[in-house]
């Protein structure tokens, strides 16, 4: 297969640009369904006026094939590969978007939604992986997080669209918004057809050469044998071989502990994902128009514009950590993101208890506030997180499970909202107030800093063990030093060289003797 001819550092942001554009299609599937449903619009007339409980199963079964897809993701997508699952993911959403497109009853667009989430589920399980072991340590973060930012991108896409669609008479007022995400589909198949694999993935499953050559395009070499593509190659060897070391993968090694703490790596990419979607995020992205308009009692159409602008915020936000999650790390922005949103919640809380229109308009203001503290965090950490905490051996099926239980939470907070907001209104933001402030003490607790760590560095972070891992008595949880395996690596061959110098002096000794 033809592959682009490009390197260094052209390669790696071809390689973001295809990763981006899959994150740009999850952003946008998050976004279109808000706009549409909840209205006496077309779409209502056309599926019956459907109650707030089938409004949320209709926005939430999308979430189920999501979960379908991050399993499918999690028991086949290492031996498929990155790329592959990223082509197989685009495919399919291309067929989900037909069938939604041409909907003409509930079950039609039930499976529609389904078959569209199978698909982002296995995206959203192997782009953030291929993302993280195509780039060096320095800049992972960074690039993570721009998936992450283009992400939001997609949502304001989405909610704007809409609403300019919501001025059109006809079906197309939601078969286009619906449609148009087949455009983004079909983008990212042909972009990661001309891409290589990941290099770790190649070198894992016995194409070495292959793996050599890659990494040698990644580093901008002319030639896989030279130094700086050599000495990176072993690193890489030396880390499969260490775990690897017990022979053919097993499941039962995800339940591994000891110093190198398979289930914890397991339990903080499922944790820190369970935590992003209880801080009440996918409440406010799904369902902005909704809770607008039946929390602060404003109007459908001052819904549905503060719903694009509250978009457009959470978009600026997203920039923030370009910036800084290279620089202050992962574990100083979930915190400082948990307690604004924590802040936020409350203070609509009691604004909105006080049942006025000014109050509602400050709690209003909270929205878009707690926005801003989502990006900072909250919004990119739980998909650059599980990727790098995990080893080569299991980060295809870490990521995969991670993001089955971010869709899995995704899917019981989006079908609980309707109800909840239609039942107890405002006071819903307190339960997620709560989830918010015990997220600061979990990440300070438990959590260690991977800020500017190869991957290969990451297999030594759990080694001082204990309960929290060593993060509780490392300053800034800060468990492990940047560039561990390599020097591991030079040690090695120190020690060879040495031996080697010992058996020479041996052989002399004999010759003279």
């Not at 030594?460 to 993060?471: D, M």
Request: aromatic share 10%; proline share 4%; net charge neutral.
């Amino acid at each position: 297969m033809w592959i682009m001819p490009v390197r260094g550092k052209y390669l790696v942001w071809a390689i973001t640009a295809c990763c981006c554009q899959g994150f740009l299609l999850l952003g946008y599937d998050q976004g279109v369904m808000s706009g549409i449903i909840g209205a006496n619009n077309q779409f209502g007339k056309d599926f019956g006026n459907p109650d707030p409980t089938t409004q949320g199963t209709i926005v939430a079964i999308y979430d189920i094939g999501c979960a379908v897809g991050s399993l499918i993701t999690f028991f086949w997508g290492e031996t498929i590969g990155r790329k592959r699952m990223i082509m197989a993911g685009a495919a399919t959403m291309l067929v989900g978007t037909a069938i939604l497109t041409s909907s003409t009853t509930l079950a039609q667009l039930y499976v529609g939604r389904i078959v569209t989430g199978i698909g982002n589920g296995f995206n959203s399980s192997s782009i953030p992986v291929y993302q993280s072991e195509t780039c060096g340590g320095l800049i992972r973060g960074a690039l993570v997080c721009l998936n992450c930012t283009v992400t939001i991108i997609g949502l304001v896409i989405a909610y704007w669209l809409d609403y300019g669609m919501s001025f059109v008479n006809g079906p197309a007022q939601w078969r286009l918004p619906i449609g148009f995400q087949a455009v983004f589909a079909l983008c990212l198949f042909l972009q990661v057809l001309v891409l290589p694999d990941s290099p770790r993935w190649c070198m894992a499953h016995g194409r070495e050469e292959e793996g050599a050559r890659i990494l040698a395009q990644l580093e901008d070499h002319d030639s896989p044998d030279h130094p700086d593509v050599v000495a990176k190659r072993k690193e890489i060897e030396l880390s499969l071989a260490q775990e690897g070391a017990g022979g053919p993968f097993r499941y039962r090694e995800l339940l591994q502990g000891g110093p190198l703490g398979n289930f914890r790596r397991i339990c903080l990419g499922i944790g820190v994902n369970v935590m992003q979607q209880f801080t009440g995020a996918n409440m406010i992205n799904y369902l902005a128009p909704v809770v607008y308009q039946n929390t602060m009692g404003l109007s459908r159409n001052l819904s549905l514009i503060l719903g694009g602008f509250t978009a457009v915020t959470y978009m600026v936000a997203s920039f923030i950590p370009l910036w800084t999650v290279d620089r202050y790390g992962r574990r100083a922005l979930l915190m400082i993101s948990a307690t604004g949103l924590s802040l936020c919640f409350i203070i609509a809380s009691i604004l909105l208890s006080v049942g006025t229109k000014g109050a509602a308009y400050g709690a209003t203001a909270m929205v878009f506030i707690f926005q801003i503290f989502l990006g900072i965090g909250f919004l990119p950490i739980p998909w650059l997180y599980p990727a790098e905490i995990t080893t080569t051996r299991i980060r295809a099926r870490g990521s995969a499970i991670a993001s089955f239980f971010n869709w899995m939470c995704v899917f019981a907070v989006v079908e609980m909202t309707p109800p909840a907001i239609a039942n107890i209104s405002w006071r819903v933001f307190i339960i997620f107030a709560v989830f918010n402030a015990l997220w600061v003490p979990l990440v300070y607790v438990f959590f260690p800093e991977t800020k500017g760590l190869e991957l290969e560095d990451v297999d030594h972070i759990f080694e001082k063990g204990g309960i929290t891992g060593g993060v509780w008595s490392s300053p800034g949880g800060r468990t492990v030093e940047r560039r561990r395996t390599a020097r591991d690596v030079e040690d090695m061959q120190e020690n060879e060289n040495e031996k080697g110098v010992d058996v020479r002096i041996e052989a002399e000794g004999k010759g003279e003797t």
